[in-house]
């Protein structure tokens, strides 16, 4: 399953602008080719989504759900990624209207909402409820197959969550893409789930079948395609992130892009926790990958720099400094283009 391209969908996003919670929704308003009609976020109602975000697309902000439909939308997705998963209790209201309103719901939180009684009673029939944090079937444990692969597979990760990881990726996948290169954008969170229709939502499988369940879905396209674009999650550095060494394990990259945000020096939610010089973390990163010698060297041959709150002169000085730092290559993926980072993966393939 994946967004539908041929029903009107509304994000609800409430506060999703202001916090650091509102990147399922921001992704899908960047990169879905589905018919997003209206926003839903009582912080920035009426204002413009280019000014806020730099997406350039003319999509109005209201304040509620009710306030939506005279936009006719016929989907509701949340769009947050609130730490936990949880469903904000001021959002209830928005979702149960949508749902008395003949709309169906697309859920990427943790609190799955299809097997709630008092929201399956609102259901008519043609809606539906797709909560898409669901472990696949038929999971084995990993055994390192995915290093058989002749195909390039390149894995995202991170100084912390959430600074644009998946987003390195899908602006990889596009650029190989125009480039005549077979490839193939695999998903392993709920935004990405939501945008491509197949992958493994990694944050709700066991812990003992997590890089099996990387494995399955890194075997099952690696036969077909030049090069997979394998989307991270969370961070070796955060302390309660367990996503990334499934990643690695599972998917056995043969090529690690390292995602930064310019100027962050210590975790987000954790500021106790400092971020190491990026050299430093290269090398964590790329040891880890390696085993000692166990698997194949996955060395780090770019950094993608978040820029977003930065202007353009001082994201270009930032990326200048960022590659005299690391002498490796690097761009902000999104503001910049994906090409240099490619152009990487090209020469050490």
Not at 272 to 295: N, Q, R
Request: proline share 7%; with cysteine.
């Amino acid at each position: 399953m994946r967004l539908p391209l041929n029903q009107r969908i509304a994000v609800l996003l409430h506060e999703g602008f202001t916090g650091n919670f509102g990147k399922t929704g921001l992704s899908i308003l960047r990169y879905s080719d589905s018919p997003i009609v209206v926003v839903i976020d009582r912080e920035s109602v009426g204002k413009s989504l280019l000014d806020l975000t730099g997406i350039d697309r003319n999509i109005p902000i209201v304040t509620s759900l009710a306030a939506s439909l005279v936009y006719q939308p016929e989907v509701l997705v949340i769009g947050i990624a609130p730490k936990g998963g949880l469903v904000p209790d001021s959002y209830w209201v928005d979702i149960k209207d949508a749902l008395k309103a003949g709309m169906s719901l697309v859920n990427g939180l943790h609190v799955p909402l299809a097997t709630i009684p008092e929201l399956q009673a609102l259901l008519k029939p043609g809606q539906l409820i797709w909560d898409v944090r669901k472990e696949p079937p038929n999971l084995e444990i990993a055994s390192g197959l995915a290093r058989t692969l002749s195909c390039c597979r390149v894995l995202t990760v991170g100084t912390d969550m959430a600074i644009g990881k998946m987003s390195t990726s899908l602006e990889l996948n596009r650029a190989a893409k125009l480039r005549g290169w077979r490839s193939k954008f695999l998903a392993t969170g709920q935004t990405g789930l939501m945008l491509e229709g197949d992958g493994v939502a990694l944050d709700a499988v066991k812990v003992d079948f997590a890089c099996g369940a990387v494995e399955q879905l890194v075997m099952r396209f690696g036969q077909h395609y030049d090069i997979l674009q394998i989307e991270g999650q969370g961070s070796l550095l955060h302390p309660g992130s367990t996503a990334t060494l499934p990643l690695i394990r599972g998917s056995q990259p043969t090529h690690l892009i390292l995602v930064h945000q310019a100027g962050q020096t210590h975790n987000r939610s954790y500021p106790h926790v400092p971020i190491p010089p990026l050299p430093e973390v290269i090398k964590l990163y790329e040891s880890i990958a390696h085993a000692g010698g166990a698997f194949s060297p996955a060395p780090v041959v770019g950094v993608a720099l978040n820029t977003r709150y930065l202007s353009e002169t001082e994201a270009r000085s930032a990326i200048a400094q960022t590659q005299s730092q690391t002498n490796l290559p690097c761009s902000d993926p999104i503001r910049f283009g994906a090409g240099a980072l490619l152009d990487a993966i090209v020469k050490q393939r």
